[in-house]
């Protein structure tokens, strides 16, 4: 593979190595020199410079005493790939805390989409130096840009290396930096990454979100995400169908399939996206729902009439997200999405039609290089056209090494004020409004909103609806009543008897909270795992004692 100067130095100052001495240090021998001072612009990015406190080193790891701290950024394939990493650690005997501050070390996994996402990822990262805190990076930052600066002696998890994370953890623990990047391969073929059998600690005990490929087909101008994911590479559908029957018998009561491009799944191992779907329907329980992740539309045109069907299934959610990107050709065309607006348009319809009362979700990026303002306003019309209930709005980030980023680009102004103008039309209408109070619907409940104080259910189109608190609600599906709504959400009360709800979680208890088999079970081997390692520590000493008495002998 190819590889860009660009890739390796971006900028002139590269060249010059931290390790280097200073221009003051040069000039320590040389006692008739003065050294000016030079007049440096600080550039708002650029982190300042602050003491840092001393990291602790191990000489080895003993079971159950290190605390490790997870922040993940990005998508669901992201959140997936952390859970599974959550899964090995606490596997492996370390304990997992959402306290920064306590842990030992702490797992960043990021997210290389936007400009911002890796800012603050690098935010994060110089935190934990500040904090003398070990740290372990993953996702895609890394595996796209390894030779990035600010990655410079960390210890590194690719997308495909994630269940090796705890020998990581432990080399980084002791003061090792460990770097696997490479793809994964069995019997010399890739594979999409991990089993999808191995252990997790799911982020919402309800909720198994299940990447059923990884990669992607396309070539999009302004994607760095391929450099890190790759081409396409599917998961064999049983293993996948064995994975759901696995999670249902743990206690989730809805799964989600994730992926880059979840339409092009199986173009490499002679499957299909609508194969996969029908069968996964067969092992969803009563009352438990699946939904289903992102597709560019290139790949889920050929399949309209079955996806149409799926999605009319009463366990499937009635819910795509299909990006669109821009209303104008011209700049579909610069942004190589290999579809037209017309044929978006197409999908559209067809699924509104066959599918009543769906709901499609769309990404728009305002701003893109060479946008005109006739383009930006076809953009409008198609959004204006179709008013979306989920719309996904974006300023455009020219992200390092794409082809987008060599482009002529919008003056910044422009793009926020067109940034502004979608989002106030996004604003200018309500799509639940078409509920009126009384309107009876049945909802899944498997979250608590963020201010704590409702539960959050969703109907068979996904559409969020806002619960009072009760005991036992989580992991049940119920009868409510809306009595209002908002931009993003609806109101309702349950109007069954508490004997009525339909239990979709085996293992739902009083509070809210599912028990996790796992973590349950590295409990249970804590106190055998430490008595294991004493045990293992005096036996060592008592024969090195008998060894130093028959030496002095």
């Not at 002679?270 to 996969?276: H, I, K, T, V």
């Not at 004020?417 to 979608?422: G, M, S």
């Not at 709800?501 to 996790?516: L, P, Y």
Request: hydrophobic share 35%.
């Amino acid at each position: 593979m190819d590889i860009s100067c660009q890739d390796i130095i971006g900028d002139i100052e590269d060249l010059i190595s931290l390790d280097d001495p200073s221009p003051a240090e040069r000039y320590l021998n040389k006692k008739d020199v003065t050294v000016r001072t030079k007049r440096v612009k600080v550039r708002a990015n650029r982190p300042k410079e602050t003491s840092t406190v001393e990291k602790p080193l191990l000489d080895s790891v003993i079971p159950e005493t290190q605390h490790i701290y997870m922040k993940t950024w990005g998508c669901a394939h992201n959140t997936s790939d952390t859970e599974y990493m959550a899964g090995q650690l606490a596997q492996y005997g370390y304990n997992l805390t959402s306290d920064k501050d306590s842990a030992d070390l702490w797992v960043l996994n990021s997210c290389t989409v936007k400009n911002p996402s890796e800012d603050t990822f690098r935010n994060e990262i110089e935190a934990a130096h500040q904090a003398g805190k070990h740290v372990v990076v993953a996702g895609c930052v890394p595996q796209a840009a390894p030779r990035s600066d600010y990655l410079k002696g960390l210890s590194v998890v690719g997308v495909q290396q994630i269940d090796r994370v705890a020998e990581v953890v432990e080399e980084t623990l002791k003061g090792h930096s460990v770097r696997l990047l490479q793809a994964k391969k069995v019997d010399g073929r890739k594979v999409a990454g991990p089993k999808l059998a191995l252990p997790k600690v799911r982020k919402n005990p309800l909720i198994e979100v299940i990447p059923i490929n990884s990669g992607c087909l396309n070539a999009c101008t302004y994607c760095k995400t391929k450099f890190a994911r790759a081409d396409l590479v599917s998961y064999p559908v049983q293993e996948i169908v064995d994975r759901a029957q696995q999670v249902f018998q743990d206690g989730v009561c809805e799964i989600w399939l994730t992926s880059e491009d979840t339409g092009t799944y199986g173009r490499d191992i002679g499957s299909s996206l609508p194969e996969l779907l029908w069968q996964l329907v067969e092992v969803i329980p009563e009352g438990c729902m699946m939904r289903l992740g992102m597709t560019n539309p290139p790949y889920i045109l050929e399949h309209l009439d079955e996806m149409a069907k799926i999605l009319s299934h009463p366990r499937v959610y009635s819910f795509l997200h299909i990006p669109v990107q821009s209303g104008s050709d011209a700049i579909l065309g610069e942004m190589r999405r290999e579809y037209c607006v017309k044929d978006f348009e197409r999908m559209v319809d067809f699924l509104r039609a066959q599918v009543p009362g769906i709901t499609i979700a769309t990404d728009i990026i305002c701003g893109f290089p060479g946008e005109t303002e006739a383009d930006f306003d076809d953009t409008l019309a198609l959004c204006e056209k179709y008013q979306f209930p989920s719309l996904f709005i974006n300023q455009f980030f020219p992200r390092p090494g794409t082809p987008a980023a060599k482009m002529t680009k919008v003056p910044a102004n422009e793009v926020k004020t067109r940034t502004k103008r979608l989002t106030d039309l996004f604003h200018s209408y309500e799509p639940y409004k078409k509920y009126e109070a009384g309107t009876k619907q049945t909802v899944l409940v498997t979250e608590i909103s963020h201010d704590r104080k409702h539960y959050v259910g969703h109907n068979k189109f996904y559409e969020q609806i806002l619960l009072p608190m009760h005991n036992n609600l989580l992991g049940k599906q119920v009868e409510v009543e809306i009595t209002g709504c908002t931009k993003f959400s609806m109101f309702g009360k349950v109007i069954q008897g508490e004997q009525e709800w339909k239990n979709c979680s085996k293992r739902s208890t009083a509070d809210g909270t599912m028990a996790s088999g796992l973590v349950a079970g590295a409990e249970e081997s804590k106190y055998r795992s430490i008595f294991a390692y004493f045990f293992i520590s005096c036996s060592l000493a008592i024969v090195c004692k008998y060894i130093f008495m028959f030496l002095d002998f």
